[in-house]
């Protein structure tokens, strides 16, 4: 938050510099693009798997294995690896295709 805040304010004092000298204030310095924020399949994908692996091994370990408490890690665990599919296909998919 302070980040954003001492950015946007250098980024003012630029452009009133630039009016007081008398010099153009280029449209990309006003509206600049959009940021392009990188999916990150993988990294969900790892964090849950990791979660579920934590949440298996505790519940199992606290339940000495009876009942299935343990079964309840089973869920983050698959959504992380359809995650990590997910990443897996996209990356093969944005490649360029191989030369003949």
């Known amino acids: 938050m302070y ?24 449209e990309a310095l006003l509206n600049p ?13 790892v964090v849950l798997v990791m979660v579920g692996l934590g949440l298996m091994i505790f519940l199992g370990a606290v339940s000495d294995w009876e009942g299935g408490a343990w079964s309840i890690g089973l869920i983050p665990l698959l959504i992380g690896a359809g995650y990590l599919l997910v990443w ?4 093969k998919k944005d490649s360029a295709p191989p030369l003949p």
């Open 3 to 26: 980040f954003s805040f001492s950015k946007t304010r250098s980024l003012q004092r630029t452009v009133r510099l630039m009016v007081e000298k008398g010099q153009p204030v280029p």
């Open 33 to 45: 693009p959009p940021a392009q924020r990188q999916r990150s399949d993988m990294r969900r994908g």
């Open 88 to 91: 897996k296909l996209e990356g």
